[in-house]
């Protein structure tokens, strides 16, 4: 049977309260990592092979490894947590400061001290304004209770930008400049917030840490699908489902599972269309493909990424023009200006797909627009670029009929029938918490 | 030079060895091969990898293009371009489709067409033809970011070199990217004037048009241009330039790289200042006072034979107010005519300078490289050699310390007192830390007499003779001050009589027709022959005027602070002859052998002063001569300590803007640098008289009453008012101010 990891005791609890997070242990592993030397702390995480929640999937203990000793470079060291959750589809981050804002600011000290870090930076987004307030009410609780030791918890609101959930961006912007993304290297390792050695890790990836720590790394191993895909994912389950939500369930799990067997299938009955797997910049899968467990080889394997577990259900009445035109669209306000291709090719996809989907372009035009996707695709300065072209790509790529029919047909062959209802829109979080540990095959 | 380790890199099949850690870009050059780039621009700072054009492909990194300007030479690598390989060559291709997928390609009528990066590059790795079908992005265009400088942001490609200029270089913060992606755009703040000494230098980073100096607007193509390598003279930094010419015309000026000097930087003043030449109320014929019927033209037959006859009427009682502008040639011609062909040897120069200093001479660059710098003195230092200003910037950036001692400084003291000041810097720890350090540098940024010896005498003092690194430097008035004063004294030994009633005054030149000295003791002379440019200046009072020349219009060599030895060249015809040539012809009716060419002079004149070097040996870029060796020299006495200033009054300081001058009065794009007529007051001052910068204020010192608006300068010493030179007129000493 799967068990909450992150979310543990969330479910019966109002973990908010300093008392209850103590209650169900909370704050007992920071006092045993810190009476741990750092190399410890960092050991564990590499057994339990945690890695990077934000969508990179990278490894949690080798990037703290990265960190060079003060002895090398005589600079402070600094902590910056991501929770600039902007990427649409995905709304862990938010519950996870939601329900178990305790869990972040514990697993924020442990990483202080495995790095040697005296400052925290927690980037909240901007719009998180009821998550911020929590995690404020959270980290004074904890502030008084003395456990924050010497160390400083900054949180800092964002101001409504996507870049900035990008690492080089955010740190950009927490610096008081235009948030744009940096050049690598050098890598924030090295040279990151304040051209300072810095750790910027996901909310979830550091809330994780509390738990590895109290299952050990070894058993946090064992849990999703090892080796690389260990432990627990808060799935954001969105889009044309009965049951929207987070869902925090081992890794491995299948798309299938997710959608029938915890979110309740279509609704009304309609037909699946596809599947994004890990956000609206994800590479799209069929409905024929939705056997495939939610884990990094395997999906990999389909040409797509975890990315942030975001799953978005798609179903038939969706135009993937529109979607795609979209999904373009966001990417293209989203684009910082900073590098070329992004700057300029995010304006030129859309333009393609309003022709296409006004029924205006041509066939070369098809062509022209998988190119311009290919020539933004891996020239950029940060992954912006690609998270646009990437989808529009597997969308003409996976559903070129589709697109050809608008060119043949000289219109959408929806004739105003479809609907992108509810997708890349937030799932309302405020009225349930479908958070389920029963019933799933582990 | 540096032992760096040596490594080598692979390119496009070609090896070449480099210093570890060189830039790709570079190091693709050694080996002959281009990797294309807009945004890159070391001196910009580090790379920022924005615009994508240098995208390579480079072994053992991830299979994709890289930004070849963001990578430096490591030991075996291999790297591909665009020549060799498909990855790289279909990259830099989708790159400048990008940019041109929204640029108007309106180069038949863009200034910027036929020397354009954007043209050039998409001539050598761009799509021949469009795909865009679409409406491109359009902006309202051209904006006028300042009078200088117009902007056209659907020409910008965003390679964010003039923002960065912006913020790292001048460091003034005004130009920034406003908006997000396509719609993002170049601004300045509430789209005030782009003002500074160095705004000028966007325009000459800019990749394309967009960023286009308004002078030449539309009158230029760059291939009918002529550039003539020369040197500024406006200031003593003496930055290397190119002067742009059209049918003998003057168009613009860019700089020309002198590494040690300039860095390829210049201000503004430099760059636009060239319209003096041909401003409204220039002189291009000689002039003659009539009695009852003011100034008449004359021929120039006519005129040397009236400046004959002044110059024999006077007996010998001969002065010369020199300008400090004047070329080291037309200097020493001058006072080989007076000292020689009519023994007289008094001179008024513009300003003291002296040898003394050449013990601790050393390229401006070293300021890059120093760990200290103390700068002594009264005024700012963008105000008198606006280029030290940058590199001070540059080695503050690179954690050095600065230490301004001075009414604005970090250490205030009052106006006129660095003298003491600098025996005081002696004993104090600043002071041993100077002593100490091995890269310190000190600058002398102030007016008044004894500026040089006194800073010999201090960085003798502090053992800077015999440390490489440490310099000092005097930041002098004038363009060719030092050069000036050598040449005269190089003309004869002789020592000129005293007190003898004055017969004719020679005002030589616009700064020193504008010196109130002089024009005092015009009024002693029985007559006066003036050389000047502008009618305003020394006309009212000139009994014959002949017209003046530009550093633009002269052959020559000009003495830079460093005591660098550069070479003028003529870039424009001037409209008169050049001073030398009617120098040489007055020389001959005196029996004083003078050539009218400027090459021959040099030669006679360096055989006596610059130890025989030839136009050959200064070359395009004239390389420093090699430090003197220190001699403890007298101490020269304090200048008087001006008085404190009694009961509520201010002390006053006077400056000379860096934009100001009878050049800069002349240039219209100009104007909107200039000081408004203003008093800056302390903070302390300011709220002590209930008084808010804007505010109107009476100002008043011995019956001398002004109107002038106040400034608060939280920089500016308390007790101090300073005003610029323009703007203070007959106010001195102490000033009353009130609302």
């Known amino acids: 049977m799967a068990e909450l990891i992150v979310l543990a005791g969330a479910q019966d609890r109002d973990l908010t309260q300093l008392a209850e997070y103590r209650a169900v242990g909370g704050y007992v592993q920071l006092e045993r990592a810190r009476a741990l030397a750092p190399t410890s702390v960092i050991e564990e995480l590499n057994t339990a092979n945690l890695r990077g929640r934000g969508g990179a999937f990278f490894p949690t203990g080798k990037k703290m490894q990265f960190i060079p000793s003060r002895e090398q470079i005589d600079k402070p060291h600094y902590v910056c947590v991501n929770a600039d959750e902007s990427e649409p589809g995905t709304f862990k981050d938010r519950e996870i400061m939601q329900r178990v804002p305790h869990r972040l600011l514990e697993g924020c000290l442990i990483a202080a001290h495995a790095i040697d870090a005296q400052h925290v930076f927690i980037y909240i987004r901007g719009e998180y304004l009821a998550e911020f307030e929590l995690l404020k009410t959270a980290l004074d609780d904890a502030r008084e209770a003395g456990l924050l030791g010497e160390t400083v918890i900054v949180l800092h609101r964002g101001a409504g930008a996507y870049i900035c959930g990008e690492e080089s961006g955010l740190l950009e912007s927490l610096e008081g400049k235009r948030g744009q993304p940096r050049s690598r290297p050098p890598f924030p390792a090295s040279s990151g917030l304040y051209a300072s050695p810095t750790l910027i890790n996901n909310v979830e990836t550091i809330a994780t840490i509390p738990k590895v720590l109290e299952l050990g790394g070894a058993e946090y191993a064992r849990l999703g699908a090892p080796p690389d895909s260990t432990g627990t994912r808060l799935f954001c389950v969105s889009g044309n489902v009965v049951k929207g939500g987070n869902y925090e369930l081992p890794m491995g799990i299948t798309i299938r599972e997710v959608i029938y067997d915890l979110a309740g299938g279509i609704p009304e009955g309609r037909e699946l269309k596809a599947v994004i797997p890990g956000g609206s910049s994800m590479p799209i899968l069929s409905a024929d493909q939705i056997d495939v467990p939610l884990e990094h080889d395997a999906l990999r394997a389909l040409d797509t990424f975890l990315g942030a577990a975001a799953v978005i259900v798609i179903d038939d009445r969706a135009c993937m023009v529109q979607l795609g035109l979209r999904v373009a669209q966001f990417y293209m306000h989203e684009s910082c200006g900073k590098c070329t291709p992004c700057r300029e090719g995010t304006r030129w996809l859309v333009q393609l797909l309003e022709a296409i989907e006004a029924g205006q372009a041509t066939h070369s035009q098809l062509e022209l627009l998988l190119d311009v996707c290919d020539r933004i695709l891996g020239k950029c300065l940060c992954p912006l670029g690609d998270a646009a072209a990437m989808p529009v790509a597997s969308y003409v790529v996976k559903f070129r009929e589709e697109f050809r029919a608008h060119v043949d047909q000289g219109r959408c062959p929806f004739g105003g029938a479809s609907s992108l209802e509810g997708l890349f829109a937030p799932v309302d979080q405020h009225g349930q918490h479908p958070v389920l540990a029963e019933g799933v095959p582990a | 030079m540096s032992t760096a380790e040596l490594v080598t890199v692979t390119i496009d099949e070609r090896s070449v060895q480099v210093p570890k850690g060189t830039g790709l870009v570079e190091t693709a050059a050694m080996a002959?091969?281009?990797?294309?780039?807009?945004?890159?621009?070391?001196?910009?700072?580090?790379?920022?990898?924005?615009?994508?054009?240098?995208?390579?492909?480079?072994?053992?990194?991830?299979?994709?293009?890289?930004?070849?300007?963001?990578?430096?030479?490591?030991?075996?690598?291999?790297?591909?371009?665009?020549?060799?390989?498909?990855?790289?060559?279909?990259?830099?291709?989708?790159?400048?489709?990008?940019?041109?997928?929204?640029?108007?390609?309106?180069?038949?009528?863009?200034?910027?067409?036929?020397?354009?990066?954007?043209?050039?590059?998409?001539?050598?790795?761009?799509?021949?033809?469009?795909?865009?079908?679409?409406?491109?992005?359009?902006?309202?265009?051209?904006?006028?970011?300042?009078?200088?400088?117009?902007?056209?942001?659907?020409?910008?490609?965003?390679?964010?070199?003039?923002?960065?200029?912006?913020?790292?270089?001048?460091?003034?913060?005004?130009?920034?990217?406003?908006?997000?992606?396509?719609?993002?755009?170049?601004?300045?703040?509430?789209?005030?004037?782009?003002?500074?000494?160095?705004?000028?230098?966007?325009?000459?980073?800019?990749?394309?048009?967009?960023?286009?100096?308004?002078?030449?607007?539309?009158?230029?193509?760059?291939?009918?241009?002529?550039?003539?390598?020369?040197?500024?003279?406006?200031?003593?930094?003496?930055?290397?330039?190119?002067?742009?010419?059209?049918?003998?015309?003057?168009?613009?000026?860019?700089?020309?790289?002198?590494?040690?000097?300039?860095?390829?930087?210049?201000?503004?003043?430099?760059?636009?200042?060239?319209?003096?030449?041909?401003?409204?109320?220039?002189?291009?014929?000689?002039?003659?006072?009539?009695?009852?019927?003011?100034?008449?033209?004359?021929?120039?037959?006519?005129?040397?034979?009236?400046?004959?006859?002044?110059?024999?009427?006077?007996?010998?009682?001969?002065?010369?107010?020199?300008?400090?502008?004047?070329?080291?040639?037309?200097?020493?011609?001058?006072?080989?005519?007076?000292?020689?062909?009519?023994?007289?040897?008094?001179?008024?120069?513009?300003?003291?300078?002296?040898?003394?200093?050449?013990?601790?001479?050393?390229?401006?660059?070293?300021?890059?490289?120093?760990?200290?710098?103390?700068?002594?003195?009264?005024?700012?230092?963008?105000?008198?050699?606006?280029?030290?200003?940058?590199?001070?910037?540059?080695?503050?950036?690179?954690?050095?310390?600065?230490?301004?001692?001075?009414?604005?400084?970090?250490?205030?003291?009052?106006?006129?007192?660095?003298?003491?000041?600098?025996?005081?810097?002696?004993?104090?720890?600043?002071?041993?830390?100077?002593?100490?350090?091995?890269?310190?540098?000190?600058?002398?940024?102030?007016?008044?007499?004894?500026?040089?010896?006194?800073?010999?005498?201090?960085?003798?003092?502090?053992?800077?003779?015999?440390?490489?690194?440490?310099?000092?430097?005097?930041?002098?008035?004038?363009?060719?001050?030092?050069?000036?004063?050598?040449?005269?004294?190089?003309?004869?030994?002789?020592?000129?009589?005293?007190?003898?009633?004055?017969?004719?005054?020679?005002?030589?030149?616009?700064?020193?027709?504008?010196?109130?000295?002089?024009?005092?003791?015009?009024?002693?002379?029985?007559?006066?022959?003036?050389?000047?440019?502008?009618?305003?200046?020394?006309?009212?009072?000139?009994?014959?005027?002949?017209?003046?020349?530009?550093?633009?219009?002269?052959?020559g060599t000009y003495v830079n602070l460093e005591g660098r030895i550069q070479r003028l060249r003529r870039a424009a015809i001037p409209p008169a002859p050049d001073e030398l040539a009617w120098i040489a012809e007055l020389a001959a009716r005196f029996q004083v052998e003078l050539s009218p060419h400027p090459s021959l002079v040099f030669s006679e004149l360096s055989e006596r002063v610059f130890g025989g070097v030839t136009y050959e040996d200064l070359g395009e870029q004239a390389r420093l001569p090699e430090r003197a060796p220190f001699a403890a020299t007298a101490e020269s006495p304090d200048e008087p300590v001006p008085a404190e200033a009694a009961g509520g009054g201010l002390q006053l300081l006077r400056y000379r803007p860096l934009f100001s001058g009878a050049a800069v009065e002349r240039v219209p794009e100009l104007q909107f640098q200039r000081p408004p007529p203003q008093i800056e007051l302390s903070a302390e001052d300011a709220s002590r008289l209930g008084v808010s910068s804007g505010q109107p204020l009476s100002v008043r010192s011995n019956g001398t009453s002004l109107e002038l608006k106040a400034a608060v300068n939280r920089h500016l010493r308390p007790g101090t008012a300073r005003i610029a030179e323009e703007h203070a007129r007959r106010l001195h000493g102490s000033v009353e101010v009130s609302p």
């Open chain 2, 32 to 555: 002959g091969i281009e990797i294309p780039v807009f945004c890159y621009e070391p001196r910009l700072g580090a790379a920022v990898g924005a615009c994508r054009m240098c995208l390579v492909e480079v072994e053992g990194m991830p299979p994709k293009p890289q930004a070849g300007c963001t990578l430096s030479a490591q030991e075996g690598m291999v790297v591909k371009t665009a020549r060799t390989s498909e990855l790289a060559r279909s990259a830099q291709n989708a790159t400048l489709e990008f940019i041109l997928v929204n640029h108007p390609l309106d180069c038949p009528v863009c200034d910027k067409g036929g020397e354009c990066p954007l043209q050039d590059l998409t001539f050598r790795y761009g799509p021949g033809r469009t795909r865009m079908t679409f409406e491109k992005r359009t902006f309202e265009k051209p904006i006028p970011i300042s009078p200088a400088i117009s902007l056209d942001r659907e020409r910008c490609i965003l390679c964010y070199r003039c923002t960065r200029f912006s913020e790292s270089v001048s460091e003034d913060g005004q130009l920034v990217a406003v908006n997000r992606g396509a719609q993002s755009l170049i601004a300045t703040f509430e789209d005030e004037p782009y003002t500074g000494p160095f705004t000028g230098n966007v325009t000459e980073l800019c990749p394309v048009g967009a960023l286009l100096p308004t002078q030449p607007r539309f009158e230029i193509r760059p291939w009918e241009l002529q550039s003539v390598p020369t040197v500024c003279g406006l200031c003593p930094v003496g930055c290397n330039i190119d002067v742009n010419q059209r049918e003998g015309k003057v168009k613009r000026i860019l700089s020309r790289n002198h590494p040690e000097l300039d860095e390829g930087w210049l201000c503004d003043k430099g760059r636009f200042g060239f319209s003096h030449l041909y401003a409204q109320d220039r002189i291009t014929d000689p002039l003659r006072r009539v009695r009852r019927r003011g100034l008449e033209e004359l021929s120039w037959a006519d005129a040397l034979d009236e400046a004959e006859r002044l110059l024999r009427a006077a007996e010998g009682r001969i002065a010369v107010a020199l300008s400090g502008s004047e070329t080291n040639e037309h200097a020493y011609g001058l006072a080989k005519l007076i000292r020689r062909g009519l023994a007289s040897h008094s001179a008024v120069l513009p300003e003291e300078t002296g040898a003394g200093l050449d013990a601790f001479r050393a390229p401006l660059a070293a300021i890059r490289d120093a760990e200290l710098v103390v700068v002594l003195g009264d005024d700012p230092v963008a105000e008198r050699a606006p280029i030290a200003d940058l590199w001070l910037r540059k080695a503050r950036r690179a954690g050095a310390e600065i230490v301004e001692l001075g009414p604005l400084g970090d250490l205030q003291v009052a106006p006129g007192t660095t003298a003491q000041a600098c025996r005081k810097l002696l004993r104090s720890e600043l002071g041993s830390r100077l002593r100490t350090s091995e890269r310190a540098i000190l600058i002398w940024s102030g007016g008044g007499a004894g500026g040089g010896s006194h800073l010999a005498a201090l960085a003798g003092e502090l053992g800077f003779a015999a440390k490489p690194g440490c310099a000092a430097f005097l930041l002098p008035e004038t363009a060719n001050g030092r050069g000036v004063a050598e040449a005269w004294a190089a003309a004869s030994d002789e020592e000129g009589a005293e007190d003898q009633p004055l017969g004719l005054l020679i005002v030589s030149g616009d700064e020193a027709a504008a010196n109130p000295n002089v024009r005092a003791l015009a009024e002693r002379a029985e007559s006066v022959l003036a050389i000047t440019m502008f009618h305003t200046l020394a006309v009212g009072w000139s009994d014959l005027v002949l017209p003046g020349t530009s550093y633009l219009e002269r052959d």
